[in-house]
């Protein structure tokens, strides 16, 4: 374990170093030791070793080969079970249910990796991750904000989100060209805001978000008229950053109720 690890940037890699951060991170998580845990990219281990001392067993999942075999040197299976690959094709729900997610997401992934998440929201009991403060900012943007918009919607359809910490790039080495921020992420509950159809949902959302300039009649006007959205309460002359997550579901679910 001597000898440096060079960071790779096809993998993004930015390491933390910052042990004020650190600890800030693990109080926010307040791991216990019979939390099932995995940790996504733990890199040289600055959240996987109060990690793996605070939980009976760690999993962490690493496509860098040259890590993975350092985390087989540091820490014994039984303690640490790696599962090396890449995050956008690991099944989170395998892991079984009430599942802890940790992790420094990998800031080319991010967007695919927390929509694959959300996918396993129902398996998942919180996630705790750092990405690029702009994309924290998105995720959890208030409707009619300039940030809001199509990640805004289908995340907070599926979690409840709240940016906890703001971290600056002197916190990494190497240092990132932009700042991060730690999200929570919450699953919603069973009897949450539900559409009849999810694909439905998302195509909704990323057809309104397509011309953010544009009005609902010009970027849903294909899949429902303006007298339809007036049917279900909305001006077709809106912009989508203006329609709440309830609206986008009140809109799929009309596409739905319209399949034979």
Same mark, same amino acid.
């Given at each position: 374990?001597?000898?440096?690890?060079?960071?790779?940037?096809?993998?993004?890699?930015?390491?933390?170093?910052?042990? *004020?951060?650190?600890?800030?991170?693990? *109080? @926010?998580?307040?791991?216990?030791?019979?939390?099932?845990?995995?940790?996504?990219?733990?890199?040289?281990?600055?959240? %996987?070793?109060?990690? #793996?001392? @605070?939980?009976?067993?760690?999993?962490?999942?690493?496509?860098?080969?040259?890590?993975?075999?350092?985390?087989?040197?540091?820490?014994?299976?039984?303690?640490?079970?790696?599962?090396?690959?890449?995050?956008?094709? /690991?099944?989170? #729900?395998?892991?079984?249910?009430?599942?802890?997610?940790?992790?420094?997401?990998?800031?080319?992934?991010? %967007?695919?990796?927390?929509?694959?998440?959300?996918?396993?929201?129902?398996?998942?009991?919180?996630?705790?991750?750092?990405?690029?403060?702009?994309?924290?900012?998105?995720?959890?943007?208030?409707?009619?904000?300039?940030?809001?918009?199509?990640?805004?919607?289908?995340?907070?359809?599926?979690?409840?989100?709240?940016?906890?910490?703001?971290?600056?790039?002197?916190? /990494?080495?190497?240092?990132?060209?932009?700042?991060?921020?730690?999200?929570?992420?919450?699953?919603?509950?069973?009897?949450?805001?539900?559409?009849?159809?999810?694909?439905?949902?998302?195509?909704?959302?990323?057809? #309104?978000?397509?011309?953010?300039?544009?009005?609902?009649?010009?970027?849903?006007?294909?899949?429902? %008229?303006?007298?339809?959205?007036?049917?279900?309460?909305?001006?077709?002359?809106?912009?989508?950053?203006?329609?709440?997550? #309830?609206? /986008?579901?009140?809109?799929?679910?009309?596409?739905?109720?319209?399949?034979?």
């Amino acid at each position: 374990m001597s000898v440096p690890h060079r960071p790779r940037k096809r993998f993004s890699q930015n390491f933390l170093v910052d042990q *004020a951060v650190i600890a800030d991170i693990i *109080a @926010a998580i307040s791991p216990q030791s019979d939390d099932t845990i995995v940790e996504i990219g733990p890199g040289l281990g600055a959240l %996987t070793r109060p990690l #793996a001392s @605070a939980v009976a067993r760690l999993h962490v999942v690493e496509i860098d080969r040259d890590i993975v075999a350092r985390l087989r040197e540091a820490y014994p299976p039984e303690r640490l079970v790696i599962h090396e690959g890449d995050a956008l094709e /690991f099944d989170f #729900a395998a892991l079984g249910p009430g599942l802890r997610v940790v992790g420094n997401l990998p800031y080319h992934i991010s %967007t695919p990796l927390l929509f694959s998440l959300a996918e396993n929201a129902p398996a998942l009991r919180d996630i705790h991750v750092m990405l690029q403060k702009e994309v924290v900012d998105r995720m959890v943007a208030p409707a009619g904000s300039s940030e809001y918009g199509r990640v805004s919607v289908m995340l907070q359809y599926r979690f409840e989100m709240e940016k906890l910490i703001d971290v600056q790039p002197s916190a /990494f080495r190497p240092a990132p060209k932009v700042d991060s921020a730690i999200v929570r992420m919450l699953p919603r509950q069973a009897d949450a805001l539900r559409a009849r159809d999810d694909r439905l949902l998302a195509e909704t959302v990323a057809a #309104a978000f397509a011309q953010r300039r544009k009005t609902l009649r010009n970027t849903l006007g294909h899949i429902v %008229t303006p007298e339809e959205l007036a049917s279900l309460g909305l001006d077709s002359q809106r912009r989508a950053q203006t329609l709440s997550v #309830a609206d /986008f579901v009140k809109i799929a679910d009309y596409r739905a109720s319209r399949i034979p």
